[in-house]
């Protein structure tokens, strides 16, 4: 009886003898773990703090609008652009404390306020940047839809008519010099597609019809291709008329008052319809006219900053605009001003904008 205790009480020491260890055993695995999760959440917390740490602090980051639309209503539009851009800017190392967004009272005023170093940042047309490009630096330029056609050489435009939309972004546009259905309209237009040189004889003995002289289609970036090419100008050729507008142009050249009209790239597709339907024309535009010269490339609305900025606060604000222009809301943000998206851009693009500035002030001077 005894012997069965003895044996009956060793079993039970040793049944707690291996709950003791299971317990220990245990314990200290659920002390490591925690003890590793600590670890890990000061870590963690530890990298959060340097990566605060690094932010490079930027109390207030002033951003200002030409005045194209209503004042209010950029406000209004733009509205959400503060968030966005320092949530952005976080991404590009900057903490940024204030974002500020204005309206300038003309565009000149933009121009004026960057070179003062009375705003960091300014959307502005190429124009107003070449004007004001001692205090302003470029860093981006606005991007559009493109043409199924881009290129200097009109021929090529002829033979891959019509031109059509493409989805891909574009930085600039061109502008066209369109014969019509004239028989002198046809004379050139044949001319160019068997690859014969237009002579200034040949140019100068036809009817034109050009917009108001700050046009840049219509007429700056014309008169820029006159003198490359020819050495002339729009007020060398003997018959030009000014139109009130491009489909007054174009009902022009139907009617064949004129040979040629100055106009945008895709103006031919805006007024296709119109073409047949109101200015009396059986034939496709496509058909009756033929691109006999273009310009070069009008570059689109500028992202610019004050010039004395540092470099890499710059390259964080183009970034973070790119960004913001690849989402939704960004977006709808840009809209206001049309533009889609936007790429980096260098001084040397908008070197065709200071030759028509010059222009400019040459017809001012004369007037």
Request: net charge negative; glycine share 8%.
């Amino acid at each position: 009886m005894r012997k069965v205790f003895q044996t009956a009480l060793c079993a039970a020491v040793a049944a707690s003898m291996l709950a003791a260890c299971g317990s220990s055993e245990e314990a200290t695995t659920t002390a490591a773990a925690s003890a590793e999760e600590t670890a890990a959440e000061g870590a963690e917390a530890s990298a959060e703090g340097e990566t605060t740490a690094e932010l490079k602090k930027l109390d207030k980051l002033m951003v200002s609008f030409v005045p194209s639309r209503e004042p209010e209503e950029i406000v209004t539009a733009t509205e959400p652009l503060k968030q966005l851009l320092k949530d952005e800017m976080k991404n590009q190392g900057y903490d940024v404390g204030e974002v500020e967004i204005s309206v300038g009272t003309s565009y000149e005023a933009v121009g004026e306020a960057l070179t003062a170093g009375t705003t960091d940042v300014g959307l502005i047309p190429g124009g107003t940047y070449v004007l004001y490009q001692d205090g302003a630096d470029v860093i981006l330029t606005a991007t559009r839809d493109g043409l199924s056609i881009d290129s200097d050489d009109p021929k090529v435009w002829n033979e891959n008519k019509p031109t059509e939309a493409s989805t891909d972004q574009v930085t600039y546009y061109r502008a066209l010099m369109i014969a019509g259905p004239s028989e002198k309209g046809q004379e050139l237009g044949a001319k160019v597609n068997a690859g014969e040189e237009l002579t200034w004889d040949d140019l100068n003995s036809a009817n034109w019809a050009v917009m108001n002289s700050s046009s840049s289609a219509g007429y700056i970036y014309p008169t820029i291709w006159l003198q490359d090419n020819y050495g002339k100008s729009i007020t060398d050729l003997a018959h030009a008329v000014q139109s009130d507008s491009y489909g007054s142009s174009f009902a022009r050249l139907a009617s064949g008052q004129i040979d040629i009209l100055c106009v945008y790239a895709d103006g031919r597709r805006d007024y296709e319809d119109q073409w047949t339907s109101e200015f009396g024309r059986s034939a496709s535009i496509w058909d009756e006219t033929n691109v006999i010269g273009v310009t070069p490339g009008i570059y689109n609305d500028t992202v610019s900053v004050r010039s004395d900025m540092d470099e890499d606060l710059k390259e964080a604000i183009a970034n973070a605009f790119i960004n913001i222009a690849q989402t939704e809301e960004g977006k709808q943000v840009i809209a206001i001003y049309s533009h889609q998206g936007y790429q980096k851009a260098k001084a040397e693009d908008y070197e065709n904008e200071k030759k028509a500035q010059d222009i400019i002030k040459e017809m001012q001077a004369a007037n």
